[in-house]
């Protein structure tokens, strides 16, 4: 496979409504358009996309990349190092897809076709680079905490999912490659392996031993961790005597 071409593909602005408005910048009632327009692109099928893309209408590569980011991500970061790197390889991916968009022959869909393209580019990366290192989960964004829970659970969340990221990247890559696919993007077997160039067995038979080994993986971490489970943290402490004191006033004791 020939090293992928610089990506340099102009793309379209980003759809209206995506950038915090700037006050008296447009009329409200425009944003009924935006749903609507909105409604109507999500309504159109990739192969009616691409074909548009090939007749011309270049822009349109755009809402491609917009609905299948996040599986293309996930594919990417299962085999190569970073964060930043795998945001490199996506755009490598794209621009190939693009590239070679008319040879997209609709005997798979068009999210696994492009999902391939994107596994190759990644482990083309990493051939090149003579080594395959793990994932490393520290450089991602905390995730907005959801406003009813509490500081215990949002931390208890954020430790449980680093542990299983943690787990996943000791997998090895051909396994931990399957596991995304499957458990996280829920893709089915036959499609991971037309990505993968595998057979649906080898998939199938890759996917259980991961989960074998993700179950030892997280058993022992757990039994190391046991100690640590059900802690008092002083803010629940705090919570509990507050609430007894205020109790116990309200009775007069």
Not at 9 to 38: C, I, K, N, Q
Not at 42 to 50: F, N, S, T
Not at 97 to 103: G, K, S
Request: hydrophobic share 40%; net charge negative; proline share 7%.
């Amino acid at each position: 496979m020939a090293d992928p071409p610089t990506p340099g593909l102009p793309l379209a602005p980003p759809p209206a409504g995506t950038a915090e408005p700037v006050a008296g910048s447009e009329p409200a009632a425009s944003a009924d358009g935006r749903d609507r327009e909105a409604d109507t692109e999500a309504a159109i099928g990739d192969e009616a996309v691409v074909e548009r893309v090939l007749a011309g209408d270049r822009a349109s590569f755009e809402l491609l990349m917009r609905r299948h980011n996040s599986r293309v991500f996930r594919a990417v970061r299962s085999i190569v190092r970073t964060d930043d790197e795998a945001e490199d390889v996506m755009q490598d991916a794209y621009v190939r897809a693009f590239e070679h968009l008319e040879r997209f022959e609709k005997r798979a869909r068009f999210s696994t076709w492009l999902t391939r393209i994107a596994i190759h580019e990644a482990i083309s990366r990493v051939r090149r680079q003579k080594r395959v290192t793990p994932l490393d989960a520290t450089d991602e964004e905390p995730s907005m905490p959801s406003p009813t829970s509490t500081p215990e659970e949002r931390s208890f969340d954020r430790e449980l999912r680093e542990l299983l990221e943690h787990a996943i990247a000791e997998l090895p890559v051909e396994f931990r490659t399957v596991f995304v696919l499957r458990a996280v993007e829920q893709m089915p077997a036959i499609d991971v392996a037309e990505c993968l160039d595998i057979p649906v067995q080898t998939v199938k038979t890759r996917f259980f031993r991961a989960r074998q080994r993700l179950r030892a993986l997280l058993l022992s971490r757990a039994e190391a961790r046991a100690e640590t489970v059900f802690e008092f943290h002083l803010s629940r402490c705090d919570r509990v005597v507050t609430r007894v004191l205020n109790r116990l006033a309200e009775r007069g004791v």
